[in-house]
């Protein structure tokens, strides 16, 4: 069950990055895929979080880019797998903490596949330094906010059960 | 480091996701010769690995092939050992032959240079004691052989045939006691009698005072005993003693070695005592 909604998370993800996100103003400075990553290595642990990544990166690479398919696997599994280790050994309840762990693995996820891509002769040598800022701040706010949201919504859908088992009373 | 601690499960399924990526991304990434960097070094280690086994296999084959080559190499020493024993005897055989060629080849010489009908014969039997110095041959009068006939060998005088039978004769050498010879200093022809003397060197007697007689000249046969032909060698002067002015003591060193004989020729021509006795008859 839990397997089949990380699977839908990641759907949804891609979707959206694909269609959704790049309607939106500063739409395309937000990895909606690493976002989904992060969040799952962080409620579920380093292992979860590798795989999510592994399979994601995968999927992503095959439909989206046209170099070669492993880097971003390779870096949402690394990226995954210590966020999910972060997420184990250390508190990460609070927002901020929450908002750091997804701004330095989004630092993370890009400086490994600008390093991969320059090795291996993808791209040309440089640090694009302002757009791997913007596209870490965008990840931790959608990042953040899942949490707020996924913690707010069990919250409202009881509230909203228990409102009208009184209106029938 | 905890936290970065890959000996658990979770340690050993991040390095395998690793290395399938790793090998996903090299299978597409080309090396600088054009192939694949995952088919390059994918043969690389393969190869590496095919050259340190067939190193093994090399290694192994050449152990086994030099022990089975060390004992065929035993065998075929042992073999050319027996080769080596059959070819030695055969080598002394083929000498001997040579040798014995050599020999008869020295009579024939010997027989066509002296111009006088011969008989070549072979010595079967040797008596060599200080007393009586003969030998056997294996002519006798079935080949016209008859007492007093003078045997020669390609060195010199040998003796005169004593006692001959159908099949063989005896023989007396020179260097018998009782034998005695006609002979002649070639260098200055003074004359005397070589005689016998039991051991290995000869005496000659019967010399003239005024002869001139040195060591080292050759002494041959005079002719004049009616027995050996005229100018064989008997052998060189080996020491000459005077007392006065006569000779004391000349011995000669025969020419012929009496105890490498083999083959010798009787000489069949007539000589004068023969024909005196033919006459008689």
């Known amino acids: 069950?839990?397997?089949?909604?990380?699977?839908?998370?990641?759907?949804?993800?891609?979707?959206?990055?694909?269609?959704i996100a790049r309607h939106l103003a500063g739409g395309s400075?937000?990895?909606?895929?690493?976002?989904?990553?992060?969040?799952?290595?962080?409620?579920?642990?380093?292992?979860?979080?590798l795989l999510?990544?592994?399979?994601?990166?995968?999927?992503?690479?095959?439909?989206?880019?046209?170099?070669?398919?492993?880097?971003?696997?390779?870096?949402?599994?690394?990226?995954?797998?210590v966020a999910g280790i972060i997420g184990t050994q250390f508190i990460v309840t609070q927002s901020l903490p929450r908002f750091l762990v997804f701004f330095v693995?989004?630092?993370?996820?890009?400086?490994?596949?600008?390093?991969?891509?320059?090795?291996?002769?993808?791209?040309?040598?440089?640090a694009p330094y302002a757009a791997v800022a913007g596209e870490a701040l965008a990840n931790a706010v959608v990042g953040v906010a899942a949490f707020q949201l996924a913690e707010l919504l069990p919250g409202a859908v009881e509230r909203r059960r228990m409102g009208k088992s009184r209106l029938r009373r | 480091m905890a936290i970065l601690d890959v000996r658990?499960?979770?340690?050993?399924?991040?390095?395998?996701?690793?290395?399938?990526?790793?090998?996903?991304?090299?299978?597409?990434?080309?090396?600088?010769?054009?192939?694949?960097?995952?088919?390059?070094?994918?043969?690389?280690?393969?190869?590496?690995?095919?050259?340190?086994?067939?190193?093994?296999?090399?290694?192994?084959?050449?152990?086994?092939?030099?022990y089975v080559g060390l004992r065929h190499v035993e065998a075929e020493n042992a073999s050319l050992k027996r080769e080596l024993d059959d070819v030695k005897i055969q080598l002394q055989e083929r000498r001997a032959l040579a040798d014995r060629a050599k020999g008869l080849q020295a009579l024939l010489d010997l027989r066509d240079r002296s111009n006088l009908q011969t008989m070549a014969a072979e010595i079967i039997a040797s008596s060599s004691s200080p007393d009586f110095r003969t030998m056997t041959i294996d002519k006798g009068t079935g080949y016209g052989l008859r007492?007093?006939?003078?045997?020669?060998?390609?060195?010199?005088?040998?003796?005169?045939?004593?006692?001959?039978?159908?099949?063989?004769?005896?023989?007396?050498?020179?260097?018998?006691?009782?034998?005695?010879?006609?002979?002649?200093?070639?260098?200055?022809?003074?004359?005397?009698?070589?005689?016998?003397?039991?051991?290995p060197?000869?005496?000659?007697?019967?010399?003239?005072?005024?002869?001139?007689?040195?060591?080292?000249?050759?002494v041959v046969t005079s002719g004049i005993d009616g027995i050996f032909p005229k100018g064989f060698t008997i052998g060189?002067?080996?020491?000459?003693?005077?007392?006065?002015?006569?000779?004391?003591?000349?011995?000669?060193?025969?020419?012929v070695d009496f105890s490498s004989l083999e083959e010798v020729l009787v000489v069949l021509t007539p000589t004068p005592i023969h024909q005196a006795e033919g006459g008689r008859e």
């Open chain 1, 1 to 19: 069950m839990k397997i089949a909604g990380i699977l839908l998370a990641i759907v949804l993800a891609l979707a959206a990055q694909t269609t």
């Open chain 2, 8 to 66: 658990t499960r979770s340690g050993y399924l991040f390095l395998a996701v690793m290395l399938g990526h790793v090998i996903l991304i090299s299978a597409q990434v080309n090396s600088r010769s054009g192939v694949s960097l995952l088919e390059s070094v994918t043969f690389g280690v393969f190869s590496e690995v095919q050259r340190g086994s067939s190193s093994g296999f090399s290694s192994v084959r050449n152990v086994w092939s030099r």
């Open chain 1, 52 to 81: 999510t990544g592994t399979v994601a990166g995968l999927i992503q690479d095959s439909l989206l880019s046209t170099g070669l398919i492993g880097i971003g696997g390779l870096a949402k599994s690394i990226v995954g797998f």
């Open chain 2, 236 to 255: 060189s002067i080996d020491a000459v003693e005077k007392s006065g002015p006569s000779y004391k003591r000349i011995t000669i060193k025969p020419a």
């Open chain 2, 201 to 218: 060197r000869l005496r000659l007697e019967y010399v003239s005072e005024t002869a001139d007689v040195v060591v080292g000249d050759l």
């Open chain 2, 147 to 199: 007492p007093d006939m003078a045997v020669i060998a390609p060195a010199g005088v040998v003796g005169r045939v004593v006692i001959p039978t159908l099949r063989s004769s005896k023989v007396q050498m020179l260097v018998d006691r009782n034998a005695a010879v006609g002979a002649l200093i070639e260098r200055s022809r003074a004359q005397g009698v070589a005689m016998g003397s039991g051991d």
């Open chain 1, 105 to 126: 693995a989004t630092v993370a996820h890009q400086a490994i596949t600008i390093g991969l891509s320059v090795v291996l002769g993808q791209q040309s040598p440089g």
């Open chain 1, 29 to 49: 400075a937000v990895d909606l895929v690493l976002v989904v990553v992060v969040y799952v290595a962080l409620t579920s642990g380093s292992v979860a979080g």
